[in-house]
């Protein structure tokens, strides 16, 4: 995790990567154990065997710190499968050329025990997160305790990362064990838990840097749980920190790679999002877990929860303004955008105007050219214009200015789901492995509020090739591509806000 004033990225850090872990989360530990191998900072030599064991680690020679590194990489898998699993589920992004099953391409097709969803790799939201969440749990509660060399900014990481881990759980899941053999903790207490970490770490006060990602991670949290005072005190704290600041994981090549890079035909973007991809220029770019922007939008939803709509749309366009002010970078775009099953081409010519529903004006601006070089943003992007959307008087047209916003500019950043209102179910690796989960139970089956439509209609488009050889692409047969159904309008009229429903 690094922060960031700069409207630059800084230079990348490589973690020490740990293998993918055995069967439930005390894989955390085998994980934790394997990281270790080589590491010059422990000495396990009361042991014959070549993997140190719990005890060996508590005795080691600064055991915290020889940790970290682990647990650094963990939460790059766990922030790789979120990101992925809310760009597929839901209306960011669908399956194209791949091996990832069906169950991830849409809110109602996901199923508990679906072939990816279950999945340890990159894919597999739930694994990782428990993961990270059993890693961080030893670390606190086995490994700091004995440990008189770890110190309280060291403290204070392995806080922030268990909170990320039961933040990201309370915004994407219905409910989560957190021990073996425990009921599933509602997405509720999954979030009271994500704040009590991150309450430690302020209260550790490690530096200014893991303060301030401390904050934004409140305000988030916050958020999620419906609080919108503190949402609001928590998001303004950290923009009075630093109006620019943005908190990042950072990725390796090689080793656990940025999971939006390279741009492939495994995925393809709804295409009013298509100037946004790839946002990941090379195998090394960090994600934004926090950052400005995504402060000015939550107090935007504070203000909407009010009625305070002239102020929601200023608190939208100050996230715009600086989104417009964020880097971009040019990747030579070798995706053919092309649909599966059929082969035949997507829209990937920029004279094409897109239209978010039937309801909607076309729009230019929003495909680029492919293949060839593209020019994207990097950290936020969105469609909209600050001076717009301060001008903007209708509620509706407010809270809809909002929902797009947050797409845009929060795009592939792992929030989506959770914007939507879908709640993900546990994975069957843990319905078969607890006695008290059984196949049935509420939190065994995705919750997809009535407001999305069945189907894989939020994935859908027409025509589907707007080229008269849609198998080459080339001549327009028509410039004009309508999208099914705008879930930002949809939101925006049915009043969804993690705050209530809005005047």
């Not at 030599?45 to 080691?60: F, G, I, Q, S």
């Not at 845009?408 to 993900?424: A, H, K, P, Q, T």
């Not at 919750?447 to 080339?474: D, K, W």
Request: hydrophobic share 40%; with cysteine; proline share 7%.
């Amino acid at each position: 995790m690094t922060h960031s004033s700069h409207t630059e990225r800084e230079s990348h850090m490589a973690y020490t990567t740990a293998p993918r872990g055995a069967n439930r989360w005390a894989g955390a530990l085998l994980l934790t154990l394997v990281a270790l191998a080589g590491c010059d900072t422990l000495d396990p030599t009361k042991v014959n065997n070549p993997n140190p064991t719990a005890e060996d680690l508590a005795n080691a020679n600064e055991p915290t710190r020889s940790l970290l590194p682990g647990l650094r990489a963990q939460m790059a898998r766990a922030l790789n499968a979120t990101t992925n699993a809310n760009a597929l589920i839901s209306d960011d992004y669908e399956i194209g050329f791949s091996n990832v099953t069906g169950e991830m391409n849409s809110p109602h097709f996901v199923l508990a025990d679906g072939g990816t969803y279950n999945t340890y790799g990159g894919f597999g939201i739930y694994w990782n997160l428990q993961e990270l969440r059993a890693f961080a749990d030893f670390v606190l509660e086995e490994i700091v305790p004995g440990d008189a060399s770890a110190t309280n900014s060291q403290r204070a990481e392995a806080h922030y990362l268990r909170g990320m881990a039961y933040l990201l759980q309370g915004e994407n899941f219905i409910a989560v064990p957190n021990a073996s053999d425990t009921a599933p903790l509602p997405w509720e207490d999954l979030l009271r838990l994500a704040i009590q970490d991150f309450d430690a770490v302020l209260a550790l006060n490690p530096g200014a840097d893991r303060v301030l990602a401390a904050r934004a991670a409140l305000a988030r949290a916050h958020r999620a749980l419906g609080n919108p005072g503190e949402a609001e005190s928590f998001a303004n704290s950290a923009l009075s920190a630093d109006p620019n600041f943005v908190v990042q994981q950072r990725f390796f090549a090689g080793e656990i790679e940025n999971p939006n890079f390279p741009p492939t035909r495994s995925r393809q973007p709804l295409p009013r999002l298509d100037f946004l991809d790839p946002k990941a220029d090379s195998r090394e770019t960090p994600v934004a877990t926090a950052k400005a922007e995504e402060m000015h939008l939550i107090l935007s939803e504070v203000a909407m929860a009010r009625g305070a709509y002239a102020q929601a749309a200023g608190h939208i366009a100050d996230a715009v303004r600086l989104a417009h002010e964020r880097p971009t970078g040019q990747s030579v775009s070798d995706d053919l955008r092309t649909n599966f099953p059929g082969i035949t081409v997507r829209p990937r010519t920029a004279g094409v105007l897109v239209r978010a529903d039937p309801e909607s004006p076309y729009r230019a601006g929003l495909v680029l050219t492919r293949p060839g070089p593209v020019e994207v943003p990097v950290l936020s992007g969105t469609s909209l214009a600050a001076d717009s959307v301060a001008a903007l008087s209708d509620p509706e047209d407010i809270r809809h200015a909002h929902w797009l916003a947050r797409q845009e500019i929060l795009f592939l950043e792992g929030r989506r789901l959770n914007d939507l209102g879908v709640r993900l179910p546990i994975a069957a690796m843990e319905i078969d492995a607890s006695p008290l989960i059984s196949r049935g139970d509420a939190a065994t089956v995705v919750q997809v509020p009535s407001y999305i439509p069945q189907g894989n209609a939020v994935n859908e488009f027409s025509p589907r090739s707007p080229y008269v050889n849609q198998t080459a692409g080339g001549e327009l047969a028509t410039n004009e591509i309508t999208i099914e159904v705008d879930l930002n309008r949809i939101l925006a009229r049915e009043r969804v806000s993690r705050f209530g429903t809005l005047p």
